[in-house]
């Protein structure tokens, strides 16, 4: 039996450990077969050597993240628990950058280890291609990237797209013309944009076309140059508009594909050109593919533990 004692220099406990020790809980939560107390700013722990020397390690890792943010989630803490990257690149400041000032003042920054890759992947590559389950800040993140090269006259314009297929729904039922039909659609792209450009600069940038949202379709046919492109939800693209799509890159255009693999609302999953892309483009020089996981997700707690439920119970059809 080992015990050891670390103390919280300068770290009101109250303000680390949460409310009635919440945060302290969970953390022996994590680690049932270790003995921790709290006692003011000194915590006592006990166990077998091989667990407290994990423990202590990744206890001093959750001090360096609230000493540098002066503040720690629940999701941060299971981040530098169990995720030795994320608190590599913690350390390393990679999650300072900021990528833009959102409407509210907020910095917009990439959260999460995938999240960060696409921001540097961006760097060195004209395609990029993010799947992953709903949550994880894709779609997000791509926009963020795109309003900052905007801003930073990279590009000279931004072009938002979604293939038109609907998740057991039909736009011929939808009230109003075309573009009240598609808006609805549409509507999470605007709700980004809303949160990074006012709404009369947007309403402007969109009236110029400086920033185009449009279904896949309306695609056909265009050089699409000196743009920032993104088509979400990709998986519902087929595999002919997937292609049409990837042909339409002009000079000094910059494209990012999104999508999630486990919500194809096509006829048949094999028709998506999302998996066929991420087949064989994947290692091709310019070429990027990300896939983010249930870690990645940034929305409700609960919304991990759901993808990761629905993702055990379709692993057998997938066999």
């Known amino acids: 039996m080992t015990e050891i004692v670390i103390f919280l220099e300068d770290i009101d406990p109250v303000e680390f450990f949460g409310t009635n020790n919440t945060f302290l809980d969970k953390i022996r939560g994590?680690?049932?077969k270790i003995k921790i107390l709290s006692r003011g700013n000194e915590i006592k722990c006990m166990g077998e050597e091989s667990e407290i020397t994990v423990f202590a390690e990744k206890f001093n890792g959750l001090i360096e993240y609230y000493r540098k943010f002066n503040k720690i989630g629940e999701e941060d803490m299971e981040k530098c628990l169990f995720?030795?990257?994320?608190?590599?690149s913690v350390a390393n400041g990679e999650f300072e950058q900021v990528l833009v000032f959102g409407t509210s003042g907020k910095p917009v920054r990439a959260r999460t280890l995938h999240q960060l890759a696409l921001v540097n992947d961006y760097r060195s590559n004209d395609l990029i291609i993010a799947e992953g389950p709903a949550g994880t800040g894709k779609t997000y993140t791509s926009i963020a990237l795109a309003v900052r090269a905007l801003k930073e006259r990279e590009v000279k314009k931004i072009i938002l797209t979604r293939p038109a297929v609907e998740a057991g729904e039909r736009l011929g039922f939808l009230?109003?013309?075309?573009?009240?039909?598609?808006?609805?659609?549409?509507?999470?792209?605007?709700?980004a944009l809303h949160d990074m450009l006012p709404y009369k600069k947007?309403?402007?940038?969109?009236e110029d076309s400086t920033i185009q949202i449009a279904p896949l379709a309306y695609m056909r046919g265009r050089t699409l140059e000196n743009a920032f492109v993104i088509l979400d939800e990709a998986q519902n693209a087929t595999i002919s508009q997937l292609k049409m799509f990837l042909t339409r890159m002009g000079v000094s255009s910059k494209f990012i594909i999104t999508g999630d693999t486990t919500q194809i609302d096509l006829p048949r999953r094999n028709e998506s050109g999302l998996l066929q892309a991420m087949r064989i483009l994947d290692g091709i020089q310019g070429v990027s593919v990300i896939r983010f996981d249930e870690q990645d997700i940034v929305r409700h707690r609960l919304v991990r533990k759901i993808v990761k439920a629905y993702e055990q119970e379709e692993k057998p059809d997938r066999e």
């Open 83 to 88: 995720n030795p990257d994320h608190m590599k």
């Open 202 to 206: 947007l309403e402007t940038l969109i």
């Open 30 to 32: 994590f680690f049932p």
């Open 175 to 191: 009230p109003g013309d075309m573009k009240e039909k598609l808006d609805p659609y549409l509507q999470p792209l605007y709700d």
